[in-house]
T-cell receptor, first 117, second 116 residues
């Protein structure tokens, strides 16, 4: 069965600290995509990254970095030197290619990140 | 990326009534979806809105409760029928991006619904 687990429901850090948000997934498919989205208090969902199952290279975008490890079925997200504007709920999501013709996203429960000044 | 708007952005409704939410995209898109996010919860797919045919509903969601229309490639509506307080949620429209890649998905700003 397909599933996404974000074990950390809430994380609180002080500005400039580094923080890692964990994501573990389960899938029956060999071809799949993983995503991270940010949901600020205003409610909209902001796309951050997509990674396919054949690309295990880590990615860095500014203060954001992602670590994809198929061996542990994890796709963790690190924010370096966190800022107050990073405060939001972050969702990890999975989309299977073979069993999902419609692009359906399966979301984790989300991690609420609070960055205090 | 596609620019998506939703109307209304929020509403407070009485139980037993119905609300229709509109989703408008600034370009033609192949696929449109409706998700629900209950308070403090994650997002759950309600249905895929199919242009010119009936929507495809996920397990636990039925057409009588959540009728969906998609008259063209840029517009869709979701109706929440006979509402109860349990329907209080954020409802989000999402679309597959203009490239047609079904794994490139963008979300609208959401409609925050409160049922009293």
């Amino acid at each position: 069965a397909q599933k996404v687990t974000q074990a950390q429901t809430e994380i609180s850090v002080v500005e400039k600290e580094d923080v890692t948000l964990d994501c573990v997934y389960e899938t029956r498919d060999t071809t799949y995509y993983l995503f991270w989205y940010k949901q600020p208090p205003s409610g909209e969902l902001v796309f951050l990254i997509r990674r396919n199952s054949f690309d295990e290279q880590n990615e860095i975008s500014g203060r954001y970095s992602w670590n994809f490890q198929k061996s542990t079925s994890s796709f963790n997200f690190t924010i370096t030197a966190s800022q107050v504007v990073d405060s939001a709920v972050y969702f990890c999501a999975l989309s299977e290619a073979l069993y999902n013709q419609g692009g359906k996203l399966i979301f984790g429960q989300g991690t609420e990140l609070s960055v205090k000044p | 990326s596609a620019v998506i708007s939703q109307k209304p952005s929020r509403d407070i409704c009485q139980r037993g009534t119905s609300l229709t939410i509109q989703c408008q995209v600034d370009s033609q898109v192949t696929m449109m979806f409706w998700y629900r996010q209950q308070p403090g919860q994650s997002l759950t797919l309600i249905a895929t809105a199919n242009q010119g045919s009936e929507a495809t509903y996920e397990s636990g969601f039925v057409i009588d409760k959540f009728p969906i229309s998609r008259p063209n490639l840029t517009f869709s509506t979701l109706t929440v029928s006979n509402m109860s307080p349990e329907d209080s949620s954020i409802y989000l429209c999402s679309v597959v991006g203009p490239t047609g890649d079904r794994f490139e998905q963008y979300f609208g700003p959401g409609t925050r619904l409160t049922v009293t």
